[in-house]
């Protein structure tokens, strides 16, 4: 089946800096790509989605790209603030309805 | 208008006892998910719901894991002769339709520890 791979599983950055989250995945028919951000104690929320027909997306401040060839995609989050302190999870499609998440990536950002 | 809820938010149950977890979808949604998170990791499918066809139970860990869903409403996840491995939490979402195409809606989950 589908296996993701999530890296850096941490990051502290300073606030105002860039923040870049990297996943892998091993089935080439995946073709959906979202990420979620996950507050302390609260739900998964999506960000950002990337579909396999681009190879980049952007939303303010979070951008998103892929690479089909080589399997991975990338979160970019530019001028981080506090409150982009979270654990975030990338996911891949399975099939029409599964996704497959990776492990998550737990950010900090530094006043 | 209402986002998906879950019942219990916490649970604390002895080793070997069952115990059932509610989801309560948004209205109108006909696809449901059941995830399961461990400390520190990401989520974990279980089982997929969508409309009347048979459910996708090919995430569901053992026999002990079952789910039923009455029509597009209410569902609830069973978990028999619980487990310290089961230890986790348990994530319900739901979207507007069956596939990808629309966004998953997570609910706040219910976490459950076995002792």
């Known amino acids: 089946g589908e296996n993701v791979e999530q890296h850096p599983s941490t990051l502290s950055v300073q606030e105002g800096d860039s923040a870049v989250i990297k996943c892998t995945y091993s089935d080439s028919a995946s073709n959906y790509f979202p990420w979620y951000k996950q507050e302390l104690g609260k739900r998964p929320q999506l960000i950002i989605d990337?579909?396999?027909?681009?190879g980049e997306k952007k939303d303010q401040r979070i951008a998103v790209t892929l690479n089909k060839t080589a399997k991975h995609f990338s979160l970019h989050i530019t001028e981080t603030q506090p409150e982009d302190s979270a654990v975030y999870f990338c996911?891949?499609?399975?099939?029409?309805?599964?996704?497959?998440f990776g492990a998550g990536t737990t950010v900090t950002v530094r006043a | 208008g209402a986002g998906v809820s879950q019942s219990p938010s916490n649970k604390v149950t002895e080793k070997g006892k069952d115990v059932e977890l509610r989801c309560d979808p948004i209205s109108g949604h006909t696809a449901l998910y059941w995830y399961r998170q461990r400390l520190g990791q990401g989520l974990e499918f279980l089982i997929y719901?969508?409309?009347?066809?048979?459910?996708?139970k090919s995430g569901l860990p053992s026999d002990r894991f079952s789910a039923e869903r009455t029509g597009e409403s209410v569902s609830t996840l069973t978990i028999q002769r619980t487990q310290q491995e089961d230890s986790a939490v348990y994530l319900c979402?739901?979207?507007?339709?069956?596939?990808?195409?629309?966004?998953?809606?997570f609910g706040p989950g219910t976490r459950l520890t076995v002792t």
């Open positions: 719901f969508q409309g009347n066809s048979a459910p996708d």
């Open positions: 990337i579909r396999s027909n681009v």
């Open positions: 996911a891949a499609s399975i099939g029409d309805y599964k996704l497959s």
């Open positions: 979402a739901s979207s507007l339709t069956g596939g990808l195409s629309y966004e998953q809606y």
